[in-house]
């Protein structure tokens, strides 16, 4: 997958995001389900991140960028800061 198609996608991720917050913060707040999407936007968000990082680290060091793969969330979701 190519840097562009993965920035589209974290684009499309981050408006939903957005929209789900900015309903999070109204009156009625989320739905479970809702809020369940929420939860899963972030984990692909993180997910997508981490796949340009990975991409952009093995072009900048001369190798393959399609070599990068999607991480378990498990995974993404545990790096400290």
């Known amino acids: 997958m190519p ?17 789900l917050r900015d309903r999070s913060t109204a009156a009625l707040g989320l739905s479970a389900d809702e809020k369940i999407r929420l939860r899963t936007v972030e984990v692909q968000l993180d997910q997508c991140w981490d796949l340009l990082r990975q991409r952009r680290a093995l072009s900048e060091y001369g190798d393959d960028p399609s070599k990068a793969r999607v991480r378990p969330a498990d995974e993404v979701e545990g790096y400290q800061s």
């Not at 840097?3 to 929209?19: F, G, H, P, Q, W």
């Open 3 to 19: 840097d562009n198609d993965i920035l589209t996608d974290i684009d499309e991720l981050v408006a939903e995001e957005r929209s």
